[in-house]
C-alpha cells in the first residue's frame, strides 16, 4: 500500500440547478498514476477545480501530505505542490518557450538560468524543448511539453492531467507514458483524466469513476477490461458500432489542387490537396494537431474561399461560394472547437441551432425567425443525442463540454446534409456518447451521405473510415483504404517523421 497524499471526504458543489459533487471521497498515494473517470456531465472538471483551488467545496474536506488542504486560489495550490496540465493550452503562440513558461512562475530566475533550467528539465524527463523557439511554430505535442514542464518545475507532488493525449500522434503518446513512470518513480502522484480507457488501463494503477457526481466505483484498470470500464461510467451497457454492407455512389465532393494561405499568422496554409468521396463513404483525415485540419475545414464549408473548381459538389463547383450558400445545398460542417466557433457561448441552444439550422429546416420565412419551430428542432437534438441540459433555453456555455459536443453534432446530423466534414467529433466525449456520435455518422453515410472525419483518435478513424490519409504541414498524403493499415503505420503518415514509402514499408 502507498502512503496517502491527497486524501478527498465528502466534497460537495451545488450550483443553481445541478449537483456537480455530491459527497465525493477517495484518496491518491504517493507516487500513484490515478484514474478520474467519468461520461460527461459527471463531475470530474469540478472535483480537479476543487482540488486545483478555482472551485471552492460547499462542503467537505481534503489532506494533502498529512495537513489540511484548501487552497482559496491555484496560487495557494501551486505553493502546496499541486500543478495541473489543462486540456486547452494556455500559451502565448507570439512569445517563446522559455517566456511562456516565465510567465507561470512565481518568481521566475533570470533568463539564462531558466531557459538552463528547462534544458535540463527536459532531457531529464525525456521531452527535449528548445527554450528560445516561438510557440507559433511548435506542434501540439511541442506545445504540451511546454505546460508539462512548466509543470515540473515547480516540483509537484501532484499533477492533475486534463485528456492530455488528446493531441498527439502513438508515438508521443509513448514519450509521454515513460515520463510519468519516471515522475511516478520519484514519488510524484498523478491524477489523470482521459475517455481514452485502454491508455487508462496501460497508465493507470487505480481509478475512481464518478456518475451525475458521485463516486459508484473504484477498481484497478488494468484487471478490467475497456467496455467494464465504459459501462460503469455510463451504469448501463451500450451497443458496439455496427459497420453496414454497402456500396459507394457517385462523387458527392471533389476537391482538386486544393491550396489557400491560412489567415491566421500561425495557421498551416494548405498546399495541392486532392481527393474525392463517393456516396456512402467515410473518409478519416488524421494529423497531429496543427498541421492544417482548420485551414482544411474552412476551405471545404467555405470559411476559406478558393478558386472555384478547387472544390466540387455534386458536380458543381463551389470554390468561391460562402458557407451559407454551402449550407442550403447540403454541404455542412461542424469545427473542432465548439465554444466560439461551433456554437456562440451567451446564445441559448434554440439560437445555437437556428445559427446553422435556418435555412435547411425552415426556421426563417420571409425573414422572420420562427422561434417556436427553432425551439422544436432543438429539443429534438437534445433527445436525439442525449444532451445533458436543463432545456433548449440554456446557454451553449453552461453545459458540459461533451455535452456540447454532442448538440454541435446533432445539430449537423439531423439536417440530413448530403456531405458532412466534421473536425475531432469526440473530443472530450465518454465512451457511450462517442459511440452513439460514431454511429450516426456511419448511419448518415449508409443513408448516402459523403462523410469526411477529421480526427486525432487513431481508434476512431480505424473503426469508422472506409478510407484514410493524413495531413502534415497542409498537405496530404496518398489515401489509402483502412482495411489492413496498422495504428503504427497511421502514426507514421501523421507524424510526417518518415515518407510514405517508409510509411508503406512498415505495413
Known sequence: MRETLLDIKGLTKAYPGVIANSDVSFSVGKGEVHALLGENGAGKSTL???????????????????????????????????????????????LTVAENVALGMENPPKPRDLAQQIRDVSETYGLPLDPDRTVGGLSAGERQRVEIIRCLLQDPRLLIMDEPTSVLTPQEVEILFQTLRKLSDEGTAILYISHKLEEIRTICESATILRRGQVVATCTPRD?????????????????????TKEFGEVRLKVDGLSAKSPGEFGTSLKDISFEVRAGEVLGIGGVAGNGQDEFLA??????????????????????????????????????????????????????????????????????????????????????????TPGAGTAARALSGGNLQKFVIGREVLQRPQVL??????????????????????????????????????????????????LNEGRLSDIRPVQGLTVDEIGLMMGGAHDMEMAHATA
Request: proline share 5%; glycine share 8%.
Open 48 to 94: 480537479v477545480k476543487m482540488i486545483y483551488g478555482l472551485v471552492k467545496p460547499d462542503s467537505g474536506s481534503m489532506m494533502l501530505n498529512g495537513a489540511a488542504f484548501a487552497p482559496p486560489n491555484p496560487h495557494a495550490a501551486r505553493g502546496s505542490g499541486v500543478a495541473m496540465v489543462f486540456q486547452h493550452f494556455s500559451l502565448f503562440e507570439a
Open 224 to 244: 478490467t477490461t475497456a467496455r467494464a470500464l465504459a459501462e460503469m461510467m455510463v451504469g448501463a451497457s451500450f451497443d458496439a458500432v455496427q459497420r453496414a
Open 299 to 388: 476551405a471545404i464549408s467555405g470559411e476559406i474561399l478558393t478558386e472555384a473548381q478547387m472544390v466540387s459538389f455534386d458536380g458543381a463547383p463551389v470554390g468561391t461560394q460562402g458557407p451559407e450558400a454551402r449550407r442550403k445545398a447540403g454541404l455542412l460542417s461542424a469545427p473542432e472547437e465548439r465554444l466560439g466557433h461551433a456554437a456562440a457561448p451567451d446564445m441559448s441552444l434554440t439560437e445555437n441551432a437556428m445559427l446553422t439550422a435556418a435555412a435547411r429546416q425552415g426556421l426563417m420565412k420571409k425573414g422572420f425567425l420562427n422561434w417556436p419551430k427553432a425551439t422544436g428542432f432543438a429539443e429534438q437534438v437534445i433527445e436525439a443525442f442525449d444532451v445533458r
Open 421 to 470: 466534414v466534421v473536425n475531432q467529433p469526440t473530443w472530450g466525449v465518454d465512451a457511450a456518447a462517442a459511440a452513439a456520435i460514431r454511429q450516426a455518422l456511419l448511419d448518415l453515410a449508409a443513408q448516402g451521405a459523403a462523410v469526411v472525419v477529421i480526427s486525432q483518435d487513431l481508434d476512431e478513424l480505424m473503426e469508422v473510415a472506409d478510407r484514410f490519409g493524413a
